[in-house]
């Protein structure tokens, strides 16, 4: 399958085969350069949502003695080890999938494959490090842990970075020995199926990993609210993810959330500019800005604010977007609606007299009919503002001033979300303190990981979400703790 075929992308992916949805209906695939349908996924519903966890509940078998289940952890980790090769052998074609759905340009879409080859690397290694421990009890007595796979997980998966959001999770459940049922987003999967079907190539048993496609509020509500899944696992708005966690709530299923972020980039006048420039300029304009932990915020203190904002604007300005398959420094946004979002935001703006300090430029040749924003720099936003506030999920970035440290934890903290900061200071003695005072799941300091670390524990506080993906912490995440005490005298 490449980005110009629709053979296998119109079936989910079930018990390894292709099966049509139980109504045949589908979904036109737009590419976000041209806004032109060139491909289409099954409109999958609840008997599709079925049938996929039948399947994996099949795969881990009763008392584990299906195929999947009865695999040793060892034989787990060799399957990730060669589906990981498996993905470096298919780069070109994953890459071009990914971009040509996501709109991003090409060498983004190979930075993921490798980072989702990396992934199941990881994840293969870690299988058979996983275990459990033996507690110091009463006489006479030995207590051990047991860390088990939950059984069928469930995994929903959004559209800004397909392969390596599903290659986080699917990579840490399948470690664990849980057999996976995924609904990645209707806008772009075509990656994550063609994933699938190597998955099945390399030797992964039928069931074991499962793809249904469809709509959020079909698919996704079903499986969500499905009494046979045993974890979910979400990424996506805050708003869906409350809707999933009342889902799984209703059958006490656990859930983890990896929603949204505004998060802060932290830059004291001792910083090194030369240094913090093509970082705070990559962090936001990396996939146009749609990145969950993108550094949207700039918070700068006041005696470097200027010249900050004068550099950070002559970069932004030199910022070239167009299609995908151009591979300039950003391309289109994903879909209108989102695209109309940046818009509105823009506008509130330009009604509230927040100054534009730069923006870039979109080359002529791209079609009208794509999804296109010049990247944007705004200057003097007030630390309260709903531009200071809210996830605009596009290339935009808020330049605020701040005097005093005590100041700067206020507006980092001050937001619904708390998912990444960045630290730009040589101090060591505040490099520390503000690390420990921020509210948020990871803490860069004079560097920062918009989407990188597939080492590092990742997720966040408040509205962020909670549980933690990525890194060991990832895999315990996808294990129950089962405790044995025994008495023997
Ligand atoms: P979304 O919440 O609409 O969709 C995410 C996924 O949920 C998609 O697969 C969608 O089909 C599914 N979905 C939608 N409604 C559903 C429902 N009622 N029940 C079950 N599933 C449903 O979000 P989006 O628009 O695809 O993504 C953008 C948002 O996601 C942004 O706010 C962004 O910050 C966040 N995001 C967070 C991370 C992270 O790691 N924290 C990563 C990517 C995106």
Request: with cysteine.
């Amino acid at each position: 399958m490449d980005g110009n075929t629709t053979a296998a992308g119109s079936h989910h992916f079930i018990g390894n085969r292709w099966v049509a949805s139980s109504t045949g209906q589908t979904i036109d695939v737009i590419d976000p350069s041209d806004g032109k349908a060139f491909a289409k996924i099954a409109r999958g519903n609840a008997a599709d949502i079925d049938a996929a966890v039948l399947a994996a509940r099949s795969a881990l078998g009763e008392f584990f003695r299906g195929d999947w289940g009865r695999m040793t952890a060892t034989e787990r980790g060799r399957l990730l080890m060669k589906l990981s090769y498996a993905v470096g052998d298919h780069h070109d074609e994953l890459a071009r999938l990914e971009s040509r759905t996501t709109g991003k340009p090409l060498k983004q879409g190979r930075a993921d494959v490798a980072t989702l080859a990396r992934y199941f690397e990881y994840y293969a290694g870690a299988a058979d490090k996983l275990h459990g421990d033996t507690i110091p009890y009463q006489a006479g007595m030995t207590v051990l842990t047991l860390r088990e796979p939950h059984g069928v997980t469930g995994h929903i998966v959004p559209w800004n970075y397909p392969m390596q959001i599903f290659g986080r999770s699917v990579g840490a459940a399948l470690a664990a020995g849980n057999a996976c049922v995924v609904k990645p987003a209707e806008d772009a999967c075509l990656s994550v199926i063609r994933v699938a079907e190597l998955a099945a190539d390399v030797g992964f048993p039928a069931g074991a990993l499962n793809i249904v496609t469809g709509y959020g509020a079909e698919a996704g509500a079903a499986l969500a609210q499905h009494r046979g899944i045993d974890h979910i696992s979400f990424t996506g708005s805050p708003a869906t993810g409350t809707a999933v966690a009342q889902a799984a709530a209703k059958h006490h299923c656990p859930v983890t959330l990896e929603l949204g972020g505004k998060s802060p980039q932290i830059v004291f006048a001792d910083a090194r500019l030369d240094d913090v420039l093509p970082v705070v300029v990559n962090a936001i304009v990396q996939n146009a800005g749609q990145t969950c932990s993108a550094g949207s915020r700039l918070l700068i203190e006041r005696p470097i604010y200027d010249e900050l904002v004068a550099r950070v604007g002559h970069a932004m300005s030199q910022l070239k977007v167009g299609p995908a398959l151009d591979d300039l420094d950003a391309g289109p946004l994903i879909r209108q609606n989102q695209l109309q979002r940046v818009w509105d935001f823009l506008s509130r703006a330009q009604h509230d007299n927040v100054p534009i300090a730069a923006q870039g430029s979109i080359v002529e040749h791209a079609p009208q009919s794509g999804y296109y924003q010049a990247p944007t720099l705004l200057r003097d936003v007030p630390s309260n503002h709903v531009l200071a506030q809210e996830e605009i999920f596009g290339p935009v970035l808020a330049a605020i001033v701040f005097d005093s440290e005590d100041e700067m934890l206020s507006i980092a903290n001050g937001t619904m979300y708390g998912l990444v900061a960045g630290v730009w200071t040589h101090d060591g003695a505040r490099q520390i303190r503000v690390a420990r005072k921020l509210r948020c799941g990871q803490v860069f300091i004079n560097n920062y990981g918009a989407g990188g670390g597939i080492e590092l524990p990742f997720g966040g506080v408040k509205s962020s979400g909670y549980g933690r993906e990525k890194g060991f912490e990832a895999l315990l995440g996808f294990t129950t703790l089962k405790t044995i005490a025994i008495k023997h005298g």
